[in-house]
């Protein structure tokens, strides 16, 4: 019987663990299949993850996604989506996902240094504005082509050991905006106190 577990890990990467030592941390774990609340938040904060597919003989390929807070969604107890904006036209995630549905999602939150790794299958779906309505974010100044569905299969948390903290500008403006104001009330008082 295959499980989320046999998703994670091959029989290689099992005999890996083994040989290695790890494989009793593995075995009988409660691996996550469903997005939870928590997982939903965390995505609800995300803009920016990495998408890995793999052509039909096995070959990778890693394209980093964009866009707002939030814009990969969440569609289901087991379903995640995201809208695919124009980018580089090579369109490889496009011409793997036709022959291998196979795929990863990887997101960094580097503010928080949390590490959240998805496994599933993706799907292409073109003309489809009911579902583009749910995905794109008319502020959002990207033209989107279509969207990408993501059927999760097991999912994980990593320790978010060697993550460096680095912040996006909207995480830093609060910090920013509270300094640059404490400066324009000192400059108001040196020239208060040069006036005087």
């Not at 005999?15 to 494989?23: F, H, N, P, T």
């Not at 008319?138 to 299969?153: C, G, M, S």
């Not at 300094?179 to 006036?195: P, S, T």
Request: hydrophobic share 40%.
């Amino acid at each position: 019987m295959s499980g989320p577990e046999d998703v994670l890990f091959s029989p290689a990467v099992k005999a890996e663990q083994e040989r290695l030592g790890s494989r009793p941390m593995f075995e009988g774990r409660d691996w996550k299949t469903e997005i939870t609340d928590d997982l939903r938040q965390f995505l609800d904060a995300i803009d920016t993850f990495f998408f890995a597919t793999a052509s039909a003989d096995g070959r990778p390929y890693i394209q980093h996604r964009g866009g707002p807070p939030g814009f990969l969604k969440t569609i289901g107890t087991h379903t995640l989506a995201f809208a695919d904006f124009a980018g580089n036209r090579q369109y490889i995630s496009l011409g793997h996902l036709k022959e291998n549905d196979r795929a990863h999602i990887f997101i960094l939150h580097f503010a928080t240094q949390q590490r959240v790794k998805l496994w599933g299958r993706a799907r292409v779906v073109e003309h489809d504005p009911e579902l583009m309505e749910r995905l794109v974010d008319p502020a959002y100044k990207a033209r989107p082509q279509r969207a990408i569905v993501f059927t999760l299969e097991a999912w994980d948390v990593n320790c978010n050991q060697h993550i460096i903290a680095r912040y996006s500008e909207a995480e830093m403006a609060p910090a920013v905006n509270k300094l640059i104001a404490r400066i324009r009330e000192l400059e108001e008082e040196v020239a208060r106190l040069k006036a005087g």
